[in-house]
């Protein structure tokens, strides 16, 4: 098994769950995690940082991986629903 599908493998099976004050970084953090596991591409990333950068939330680019919406973005929350 390559590494990069063992990491998938591995990545599938855990469940995260990140829970903290508003603005500790917790989206930050999971889509860093998304990225460095290769779940987001650099094209998509180098997106990420250029779209944040021109909101003036430079720093914010990690956290967009997870934000779907311009509302989420404006509002720094992600609304998520699991089923």
């Known amino acids: 098994m ?3 599908t063992l990491t998938r ?3 599938l099976i855990c469940v995260c769950t990140s829970l903290g004050h508003v603005d500790a970084g917790k989206s ?3 889509g860093h995690l998304l990225y ?3 779940f987001v591409g650099k094209k998509a990333m180098h997106k ?3 779209d944040s950068r ?3 939330k430079g720093s ?3 956290a967009w991986v997870l934000d779907e919406t311009e509302e989420e973005r ?3 929350c992600v609304y998520l629903c699991l089923y």
């Open 2 to 4: 390559e590494v990069g």
């Open 9 to 11: 493998t591995v990545s």
């Open 28 to 30: 930050t953090l999971m």
């Open 36 to 38: 460095q596991l290769g």
């Open 48 to 50: 990420f940082e250029q």
């Open 54 to 56: 021109k909101a003036g």
């Open 60 to 62: 914010f680019a990690y």
């Open 74 to 76: 404006q509002e720094n």
